[in-house]
């Protein structure tokens, strides 16, 4: 009968600059004993997550004895083996309400703009998915499900030339006060971007990547070029102190790299997280032979 040796290491972090940085390194044996009658070291440089990690990135998944090969292509995770899975509050590829007219949206009523909660959207504005019946991934040539115009034809690929500088987007969002208060340590917002985002929540702005400093209006551009694909995706974490009880207003502004980009696109994901579990932790099982006799087991964790 094999015998199955658990080990867990746990550490918790504070103000933590970089969380899901990690160096990852070939493990070398800890323990060597050639006076014990069939010795052997197992190693192993496993990597196991269970929240934040894609199909492409499994991390190494070696089994003893081996442990031999490195992980260094591939991204660091953030190991999270027990928190309770976040609430998808918003999940991607919801609709939203956007404004796509080659100009910023104007003051509705007066003096009331479109970032504040109290702002009556009109006709200007594509509401409820109408007239264009769809939702996110918003934009065009950057594999969206809902294409905007943006002054070229066609609207999906638009042709060469000058595009629409800024594209505007609302939507609403409600909680509770106890998910503010007890449940939700904090709210956590996926973004894909293409190319700069501003997003104000209840008409404060909250997040701004990939954009220059100071006031924006519609033809500020954004600060760097965003190709489809990975680099699109950012993330935002939110206290929830900035959130009421009831509904949310989550206004954002997509803004381009210049008047000729060539593509565009905006989608984003809001969820609901707790850290009510162990923060940062690391397991390993080893599957030993039968009638083996442990002399040292160590499991070795590390990040930056």
């Known amino acids: 009968m094999k015998r199955i040796l658990p080990l867990l290491i746990t550490i918790l972090l504070f103000n933590c600059a970089v969380s899901n940085a990690q160096i990852l390194r070939a493990f070398t044996p800890r323990y060597n004993n050639p006076s014990v009658k069939g010795n052997i070291v197992y190693v192993s440089n496993s990597i196991i997550s269970t929240s934040g990690i894609g199909a492409g990135d499994p991390g190494t998944g070696e089994l003893p004895p081996t442990g031999s090969s490195m992980d260094n292509d591939g991204k660091g995770i953030n190991i999270d083996i027990d928190n309770p899975a976040p609430t998808v509050k918003v999940p991607f590829g919801s609709f939203w ?9 104007a003051n509705s009523p007066v003096g009331t703009d479109w970032k504040q909660p109290a702002y009556v959207m009109p006709a200007t504005w594509n509401t409820g998915a109408v007239p264009v019946n769809g939702a996110g991934k918003y934009g065009y040539r950057s594999g969206q499900a809902t294409c905007l115009p943006s002054g070229q034809v066609p609207i999906c690929t638009p042709a060469a030339g000058n595009k629409y500088t800024s594209y505007y987007f609302r939507k609403t969002v409600s909680f509770t006060a106890l998910e503010l208060a007890t449940t939700f340590s904090g709210i956590q917002l996926n ?6 985002i501003v997003v104000y929540v209840n008409g404060v702005e909250r997040f701004r990547n990939n954009m220059p400093g100071g006031g924006v209006s519609y033809a500020t551009l954004a600060s760097s070029n965003i190709n489809p694909g990975a680099a699109e995706a950012v993330t935002a974490n939110l206290s929830t102190t900035i959130f009421t009880a009831g509904v949310n207003t989550i206004a954002v502004e997509v803004h381009l790299r210049s008047t000729t980009s060539v593509d565009m696109s905006f989608d984003m994901q809001v969820l609901g997280v707790s ?8 397991t390993s099982d080893l599957n030993l032979a039968s009638c083996s006799n442990v002399l040292f087991a160590g499991l070795y964790w590390g990040s930056r």
Not at 98 to 104: R, V
Request: cysteine-free; hydrophobic content about 20%.
């Open 97 to 105: 309400n956007y404004h796509a007219q080659n100009a910023a949206p």
């Open 191 to 196: 973004i894909l971007r293409n190319d700069g």
């Open 275 to 282: 850290d009510n579990g162990t923060y940062n932790s690391s």
